[in-house]
């Protein structure tokens, strides 16, 4: 047992889930709508002109997604006002996506429309005759293959401008890999790097698949493997303790001398998360048994570690509050999941008794 957790009890978790209700948090990157087709395979078709199968959609249902997803937990988590900033099409997929966000209580009048551009999509048909992911087909995504226009990076900078200083945290989700495809371009990378140390009461939380070492004076949440700089890792590549625990010196280290956030997260999957502060210290995480779900795992921890931050949790606590969140989530199949604030207490339960 960790001695910093030794005495984290229900009463301490109460205590700051109570304080998430008072919380105002944004959340600016890459919007995505998660587009699910519920296929009967019994019911399929020939089509007379092709000859080739037409699979037949008796179902469908969306929910936001990538930064969305973040979204989803934090309003599941209840926190007390959301705003989202990004940008999307002037499309369906678009009017789907908002409503979405709507129906959760997310202010969305800095979603910023672009009629050049398409609203990011993935698109995930299933088999409902199989359970879980057995009956996943391949996944369809639709991305943007023009850059971000400048009169719209403006416009996300605005709102930047007016949200920053009435918020309790910043959450940045760079989902897209390619260079100013997204919504965190270069430009609106740079600008939250010089403008954030004048928030000291912030917290400034980043998560990129491919550029988080170019994000600085924010909290950064990656992988080992981001951590390390491994772009394309190997299946059940593994990354000892002693070379993530040197990593992350090193990273605070270069931190201290340019005064910007030391502290990072990196996620080691069924290992828990490992946390940058003065002393390196690994949280576990719950033990699940049976199928699980990976999808969406980090942005639902994300979004119950910056929560339990903003509630002035410590960074200790606050990465076994993210790794509760994550172990409700990932028991979910097919969905990109949720957690409420009633399902932390059963999972810290199980957390503590697999810690004896």
């Not at 087709?37 to 007379?48: G, Q, R, T, Y």
């Not at 100013?180 to 010089?194: A, C, K, S």
């Not at 912030?202 to 772009?231: G, T, V």
Request: glycine share 8%; aromatic share 6%; net charge negative.
């Amino acid at each position: 047992m960790i001695p910093e957790l030794a005495g984290f009890d229900e009463c301490r978790l109460d205590t700051l889930i109570k304080k998430f209700k008072s919380l105002h948090i944004a959340v600016i990157g890459d919007y995505f709508l998660d587009k699910y087709f519920e296929v009967d395979p019994s019911l399929a078709e020939i089509s007379l002109e092709t000859g080739l199968p037409a699979h037949q959609v008796v179902q469908v249902r969306h929910s936001p997604g990538a930064a969305g997803t973040v979204m989803n937990n934090l309003a599941a988590l209840e926190a007390g006002t959301l705003t989202a900033i990004g940008s999307m099409g002037d499309d369906g997929e678009g009017y789907e996506l908002r409503q979405d966000l709507l129906a959760q209580g997310v202010d969305i009048q800095h979603l910023h429309l672009e009629k050049d551009r398409h609203t990011p999509l993935y698109l995930k048909p299933r088999d409902i005759r199989k359970k879980g992911l057995a009956g996943e087909h391949p996944r369809y995504d639709i991305q943007n293959h023009l850059p971000l226009s400048p009169r719209t990076e403006e416009a996300l900078i605005g709102s930047l401008n007016t949200v920053l200083p009435e918020i309790d945290a910043l959450i940045v989700m760079d989902q897209v890999e390619k260079e100013g495809l997204g919504t965190v371009t270069p430009h609106i990378r740079e600008y939250l790097n010089q403008i954030l140390p004048s928030f000291s009461h912030l917290i400034a939380w980043a998560d990129s698949r491919r550029h988080i070492h170019r994000f600085s004076r924010m909290i950064r949440k990656m992988n080992q493997f981001e951590l390390l700089q491994i772009p394309n890792p190997q299946p059940n590549t593994r990354i000892s303790e002693k070379m993530i625990r040197e990593a992350l010196l090193d990273m605070r280290s270069v931190s201290e001398s340019s005064q910007s956030e030391p502290i990072a997260f990196v996620t080691v999957g069924e290992q828990g998360v490992w946390v940058g502060t003065e002393q390196p210290v690994r949280v576990p995480a719950i033990h699940i048994e049976g199928p699980g779900d990976p999808t969406g795992a980090g942005d639902s921890f994300s979004a119950g570690t910056v929560l339990a931050l903003a509630a002035n949790a410590s960074p200790v606590e606050a990465a076994l509050i993210g790794n509760l969140v994550a172990s409700v989530t990932v028991r979910q199949l097919s969905t990109t999941g949720t957690a409420r604030p009633e399902d932390l207490f059963s999972a810290l339960k199980v957390w503590k008794e697999q810690q004896i």
